[in-house]
């Protein structure tokens, strides 16, 4: 059954960040708009082999939160006759629900390119031994974050023994084609570990390729870097730190109008795993449905309606507009 978003709050605390200026004042009093509908994106739940500190889902190995059979039937009906260029499936660890592979491949015969945001660690869970193939075989594009090239950063995030894994895991990634053939693209993705901005997306990436190549025969395609969204766990860190106002303060002072063309809420839908629509991941794990007078759930989903909808917004919206921006697919103004 598809069920309708409510406001949540955590611990008694407000679940969005303090901020010294809005968003909406940043943008000078102007309305952000939709301006296409490219990109299908779908969280299909919170289980997840690991719980990372940043996590902005909340996800870990005992949540119970999975998207079912007509859920995913609904997304698939919707890229059919849509015809959506791109479905950007996320989670938790996508991979472990178990509806995956039927999404996946139901997916392609839409002609949509799929995007899968794999956390590379489940790869060694019971029966995800051949994910790579799999992940092949369908030309999927595969995502996946590693924090930096070094263990003791990437460990700190995600957890003891996860970079180990991880290098394992894009070796196998490697051995079948990923980041190699052209065909089968390999992404990684950057967030800091701290309070503070990610540096210049081709500087750091340029470092990604140089060491994982040099020290683990490593190869992927883009490296892309995420700001690190004042919500969920990351904010309760910065809360528990004392950093929530400093980090809200560089957000502020480091925005760039030359970001809110770009920003991903104006190509993309977001699904949650209940159906419920968002006008982005972040919105969606704050309980923020779309604007009243649009559908609200897949089973509504009117292109018409959809395509030119007002984007609801909030504080922690700072955090895809600093700097060089932020998206699912990196910076958005590079170079500026």
Request: charged share 25%.
């Amino acid at each position: 059954m598809i069920q309708t978003a409510v406001q949540i709050t955590r611990g008694g605390r407000s679940p969005f960040p303090k901020s010294p200026v809005s968003f909406d004042d940043k943008l000078g009093g102007a309305e952000l708009r939709a301006k296409a509908i490219d990109v299908l994106q779908v969280n299909v739940g919170k289980l997840c082999n690991q719980a990372c500190k940043h996590c902005h889902v909340d996800a870990g190995p005992k949540r119970t939160e999975i998207m079912t059979r007509d859920v995913i039937d609904e997304c698939l009906r919707v890229l059919r006759e849509n015809k959506i260029s791109t479905l950007d499936i996320t989670g938790g660890a996508p991979d472990m629900i178990p509806d995956f592979r039927y999404f996946v491949t139901e997916a392609k015969k839409t002609g949509a390119k799929v995007i899968v945001r794999h956390n590379l660690t489940v790869m060694f869970e019971e029966n995800q031994t051949d994910l790579p193939e799999f992940f092949a075989a369908n030309q999927i594009e595969v995502v996946s974050s590693l924090p930096y090239f070094l263990p003791q950063q990437t460990d700190a995030q995600r957890g003891r023994g996860v970079f180990e894994k991880s290098i394992e895991a894009l070796k196998k990634l490697n051995a079948v084609g990923y980041g190699i053939n052209e065909n089968l693209i390999l992404n990684l993705v950057y967030n800091p570990t701290g309070a503070f901005l990610p540096p210049p997306q081709t500087a750091i990436e340029a470092d990604f390729k140089r060491e994982l190549k040099t020290r683990y025969g490593i190869e992927f395609n883009n490296l892309f870097t995420i700001t690190n969204m004042p919500i969920a766990r990351y904010l309760d860190w910065l809360r528990r730190s004392k950093n929530e106002e400093s980090y809200m303060r560089k957000l502020v002072n480091a925005f760039n109008p030359a970001t809110v063309d770009g920003l991903m809420c104006r190509n993309l839908i977001s699904v949650d795993w209940t159906g419920n629509l968002s006008d982005c991941d972040f919105n969606q794990m704050l309980n923020l449905g779309l604007e009243n007078n649009a559908p609200q759930t897949i089973a509504e989903f009117d292109f018409g309606k959809l395509n030119a909808r007002r984007i609801v917004t909030g504080s922690h919206c700072l955090g895809c507009t600093a700097g060089a921006g932020s998206s699912c697919g990196g910076a958005v103004a590079e170079g500026t």
